[in-house]
């Protein structure tokens, strides 16, 4: 069942496996999404695109950015200043790598999208949501 803006829904999203995400998910995708693994950079697809549209998690299909949003920040993947509403990310503190950064989740589908730094546009929040194209599909208005 897809809920009104065709995402699944938790219950759905609570009964898949790791053999049902496998299933669902090309292997690149998996490795992202489910292993937290991180796209090359300047390599996605959505890294130059400035169309007029959604940006969806690709585990859920759940609205995470707005169009208006993005923007380029040179770092080599979609950057987005600010999420559809408050609630569709989930923030974690991530020390791999022997870094430190906030890694962002679909709050829905617990896919890793990519990480927030606070090195964004001033004019606007501030923030960089620096996301794997992989881990989102693109919908145009």
């Avoid at 949003?69 to 040179?74: M, R």
Wanted: proline share 5%.
């Amino acid at each position: 069942m897809l809920l009104p803006d065709h995402s699944l829904s938790p219950d759905e999203i609570a009964q898949l496996t790791e053999q049902d995400w496998q299933n669902r998910l090309t292997a690149d995708e998996y490795y992202v999404l489910r292993q937290k693994g991180t796209e090359r950079p300047f390599t996605g697809l959505y890294t130059d695109v400035f169309e007029t549209g959604v940006y969806r998690c690709k585990g859920c299909n759940t609205k995470l950015f707005d169009s208006d949003s993005k923007y380029h920040s040179g770092c080599g993947w979609p950057s987005f200043d600010k999420t559809i509403n408050d609630t569709v990310l989930t923030e974690t503190l991530d020390l791999s790598h022997g870094m430190r950064r906030i890694e962002v989740t679909c709050s829905n589908c617990g896919g890793h999208l990519g990480h927030v730094f606070p090195d964004g546009p001033r004019e606007t929040t501030g923030m960089r949501y620096c996301i794997n194209s992989i881990a989102i599909d693109f919908e145009p208005n």
